[in-house]
T-cell receptor
Framework: AQKITQTQPGMFVQEKEAVTLDCTYD???????LFWYKQPSSGEMIFLIY??????QNATEGRYSLNFQKARKSANLVISASQLGDSAMYFC?????????FGAGTILRVKS | EAGVAQSPRYKIIEKRQSVAFWCNPI?????LYWYQQILGQGPKLLIQ????????DSQLPKDRFSAERLKGVDSTLKIQPAKLEDSAVYLC?????????????FGPGTRLTVL
């Protein structure tokens, strides 16, 4: 069975600063994908970034980067230059070719 | 490219009534998922279709929930009869296939309130 642990229920960050959202995972699958999604208060689930278990380099997408440490089973999301629009719930998920298993999420609030 | 479409966006019903939700995935996506998201929690998979076949329905309460994906395109999820604990957002997602690298894209969701 796959499991995601997000230990930060809520985080605050000052506008324009960087923030790291923690995620650890557990899986027995040799091949898996790690995904981060953003869910604003409006409710839609927005895909942010993907990291494959065999990828040698950390994934980056604009202001988002994923700090992937396979041996430690961690996949932390780094958001650089935070904006007010980044305030939302963030979910770390793991997929092994079918369903996504979601963590409990981290609420991020960006302060001006 | 059009995203995942869902309707209705909101639904309020009395307990013991029935309700149906509709989802149209991204064109060309073979895999379709229905998730239930209770307030304050992460989504939980209810059922996964690959084309028009069921891949995983292990967490679907089959005594009251049913889903179909006729012709391998759009899908409906039905609850009959509804219970108070069914109040949640029902999210539909689709992906190209079932590889670990296949990103799931979500629709806007249907917010169900059972009174």
């Amino acid at each position: 069975a796959q499991k995601i642990t997000q230990t930060q229920p809520g985080m605050f960050v000052q506008e324009k600063e960087a923030v790291t959202l923690d995620c650890t995972y557990d899986t027995s699958d040799p091949s898996y994908g790690l995904f981060w999604y953003k869910q604003p208060s409006s409710g839609e689930m927005i895909f942010l970034i993907y990291q494959g278990s065999y990828d040698q380099q950390n994934a980056t997408e604009g202001r988002y980067s994923l700090n992937f440490q396979k041996a430690r089973k961690s996949a932390n999301l780094v958001i650089s230059a935070s904006q007010l629009g980044d305030s939302a719930m963030y979910f770390c998920t793991i997929g092994g070719g079918n369903k996504l298993v979601f963590g409990a999420g981290t609420i991020l609030r960006v302060k001006s | 490219e059009a995203g995942v479409a869902q309707s209705p966006r909101y639904k309020i019903i009395e307990k013991r009534q029935s309700v149906a939700f509709w989802c149209n995935p991204i064109s060309g996506h073979a895999t379709l998922y229905w998730y239930q998201q209770i307030l304050g929690q992460g989504p939980k998979l209810l059922i996964q279709f690959q084309n028009n076949g069921v891949v995983d329905d292990s967490q679907l309460p089959k005594d009251r929930f049913s889903a179909e994906r006729l012709k391998g395109v759009d899908s409906t999820l039905k609850i009959q009869p509804a219970k108070l604990e069914d109040s949640a957002v029902y999210l539909c997602a689709s992906s190209l296939d079932v590889r670990p690298s296949d990103t799931q894209y979500f629709g806007p969701g249907t917010r169900l309130t059972v009174l």
